[in-house]
T-cell receptor
Framework: DGGITQSPKYLFRKEGQNVTLSCEQNLNHDAMYWYRQDPGQGLRLIYYSQIVNDFQKGDIAEGYSVSREKKESFPLTVTSAQKNPTAFYLC???????????FGAGTRLSVL | DAKTTQPNSMESNEEEPVHLPCNHSTISGTDYIHWYRQLPSQGPEYVIHGLTSNVNNRMASLAIAEDRKSSTLILHRATLRDAAVYYCILGGNNAGNMLTFGGGTRLMVKP
């Protein structure tokens, strides 16, 4: 089936630890995105990538890093610099011209 | 960035039509109007989009005002499974053109 796969579904981070969230798509989309959602809130953009080997910061990029070495993959690393990482993380992809975004099922990150 | 304004919440009875409004008075000529919905603990799901003309698909209808400053998502017969947060978003036609998700409208459906 075509779609966005995020893993793991649940993730726990220890103090001072970096963790990486996986996002894979088989839709052949050029653009990919990472969002953060806090309870009862809307989505906030962390990073996005329009094409392989290129990415831009979104509204809340501090404490996060990404890479886009392959079209299908856009992993997000939550670094120890992110002091409040507990949230629901969503990955999406889209394709011009209409830019409809297709989302994964999300990863719920908690701090131990 | 062009912004949208939606009511925080709405209620509907099951099997009745639901009209979810959205104001976007600063919309630009190239902005598409997108609607997504998010069920609890899931990622958002695309519902419908349009540019100038009204649109219908299997999930919903989108009515766009003539001046494009507002739109309405229409669910023809609400079911309990339609209870979700509905987001109205403006976006352009480039792959990197951001869709900014605001607070959305929480739709509650009563049996």
């Amino acid at each position: 089936d075509g779609g966005i796969t995020q893993s793991p579904k649940y993730l726990f981070r220890k103090e001072g630890q970096n963790v990486t969230l996986s996002c894979e798509q088989n839709l052949n989309h050029d653009a990919m995105y990472w969002y953060r959602q806090d309870p009862g809130q809307g989505l906030r953009l962390i990073y996005y990538s329009q094409i392989v080997n290129d990415f831009q910061k979104g509204d809340i990029a501090e404490g996060y890093s990404v890479s886009r070495e392959k079209k299908e993959s856009f992993p997000l690393t939550v670094t120890s610099a992110q002091k409040n990482p507990t949230a629901f993380y969503l990955c999406a992809s889209s394709q011009a011209p209409v830019n409809i975004q297709y989302f994964g099922a999300g990863t719920r990150l908690s701090v131990l | 960035d062009a912004k949208t304004t939606q009511p925080n919440s709405m209620e509907s009875n099951e099997e009745e039509p639901v009209h979810l409004p959205c104001n976007h008075s600063t919309i630009s000529g190239t902005d598409y109007i997108h609607w997504y919905r998010q069920l609890p603990s899931q990622g958002p799901e695309y519902v419908i989009h349009g540019l100038t003309s009204n649109v219908n698909n299997r999930m919903a209808s989108l009515a766009i005002a003539e001046d494009r400053k507002s739109s309405t998502l229409i669910l023809h017969r609400a079911t309990l499974r339609d209870a979700a947060v509905y987001y109205c978003i403006l976006g352009g036609n480039n792959a990197g053109n951001m869709l900014t998700f605001g607070g959305g409208t929480r739709l509650m459906v009563k049996p």
